[in-house]
């Protein structure tokens, strides 16, 4: 019941085109399968890639999705299944130590996750997920830092559940813990939930999914008439009409979910919009375009087909966007502000600067007077100091992600990742572009492009004049 009891036999890329140092990345890790059951377990991976691709809002986004194999090997096939909840009593020699029975809840299945994060981190050292696959048809799975699904029947529902509690921070939506007529859980207590599709409160101008909801549609749109259980009452709207809907996050009462039904309440049901839109915004999808209207009054994220936006965000003075996010300037003070993936909602994450520069991992300000570079820190409003005086940020997939230009000489300068380390890697030029390879300079005088060996100063003409250029993954 170690990782004496089996061995991890490597790692195979099933499917996914992105780069990999800016793709979302799943990690399939195999427990309970022996070593001449290695087959099952690359039949179940290749079923979560067709459930995966097939489901909204994958359908549309799936081939920016990275998904890793990782074969490992057990002494027993299966995993613990504990008598005392509710299971047969066996127990199995497996590398991750999976069993059923957390919490007293047989259909919660657990596992070491620190063995699976680190064994995942070995393998695919850019995941950003990892969901192990148990080799038994008992009914389970969880989500957290590692998710975990069984075999049992619709396995892939239960992994696209729990992917959706491990890479999005999705809540469960249905309004029971173990059964649905349990003490304790008649009416949630106080404090706003944090995931982004659950909440205690009705009110449309706070709503956090206020932009999905009609004006015509009354809030709360169905209340339980009996907080002793679950409202089991069919929806006395639509299908796909964003409300409040009362019974969610494991109470009956006082939690409201965002549609009668979700991928989040019940398997089998497609994701509601509002996780739809978490999912999207979260996978950050590299051909994700967003833009400002001619007035400023208003961004917009396009839908990814025909010729459909939606709505994000008011006024807005400038976008930045990378592989970390999107950040607007506030049109009056310039403060910045980070997209957090649903319409609307947005946090305050810094005051004005002369200019802003989005990376992989970050965001970097340039100081109004133009005398110093900071990096954001990730939390809060809080930034660190990692450079002097500069004249230009730009970012991009290669290196560090970040270059700037010397305020007098113009010469380009690439920042090495640790606070006042920058090294000079060329001469001025009319502007620069950051792709994932390399840089790219257009002359002063427009009249070539040249881009960046890799070492020194050294650039290699590589076209003619131009007016501008750019550069990323088109």
Known sequence: MTTSDGAVQGRTQIHGTAPRNRAFTVVLLGDGFTAAQQTAF????????????????????GRAVNIWRVNVTSTDAGADDPAAAGGTGATARTYFDSTFGGNGIRRLLL??????????????PEFTVALVVVNSTVYGGSGGSVGTYSLAGGATEIALHELGHSAYGLADEYAYYAGGNETGHDTHPAGEPVEPN???????????????????????????????????????????????????????????????????????????????????????????????????????????????WTRIGGPAGR???????????????????????????????????????????????LTPSKDAVYRYDGSGSSWTKVGGPAGQLYAG??????????????DLKSYLGTPDTWKV??????????GTDTVYRLTPASDAVHRYNGSGISWSKVGDAAHSIVAGDI
């Not at 890639?49 to 097939?54: D, G, R, S």
């Not at 596992?111 to 695919?124: G, K, R, W």
């Not at 649903?342 to 520069?357: E, H, K």
């Open 42 to 61: 690359n039949t179940a991976c290749t079923g979560f890639v067709t459930a995966l691709t097939t489901t909204a809002p994958y359908d549309r986004i």
């Open 111 to 124: 596992c070491n996750s620190s063995t699976v994060l680190q064994t995942a981190a070995a393998q695919v």
């Open 198 to 308: 659950v909440t205690l409160k009705t009110d449309r101008s706070s709503l956090k999914w206020g932009w999905a909801v009609a004006p015509a549609t009354a809030l709360p749109t169905m209340s339980n008439p009996n907080c002793a259980t679950v409202d089991a009452r069919p929806s006395t709207v639509p299908a796909g009409t964003a409300g409040c809907f009362e019974g969610a996050h494991y109470y009956h009462c006082r939690a409201f979910r965002p549609e009668h039904n979700c991928k989040m309440r019940e398997l089998g049901n497609p994701f509601c919009q509002v996780c739809r839109q978490v999912i999207q915004a979260r996978t950050k999808v590299a051909k994700n375009v967003c833009a400002l209207t001619p007035s400023r009054d208003a961004v917009y994220r396009y839908d990814g087909s025909g010729t459909s």
């Open 319 to 365: 976008l930045y966007a990378g592989g970390w996010g999107l950040v607007a300037t506030n049109p009056s003070s310039g403060d910045l502000y980070r997209y957090l993936g649903t319409p609307d909602n947005w946090q305050y994450i810094g005051s004005a600067g002369a200019s802003f520069a989005v990376t992989h991992d970050s965001v970097y300000g």
């Open 397 to 410: 997939g290669w290196g560090r992600g970040l270059v700037a230009t010397q305020p007098g000489s113009g």
């Open 425 to 434: 890697i060329g001469i001025a030029g009319a502007s620069f572009a950051v």
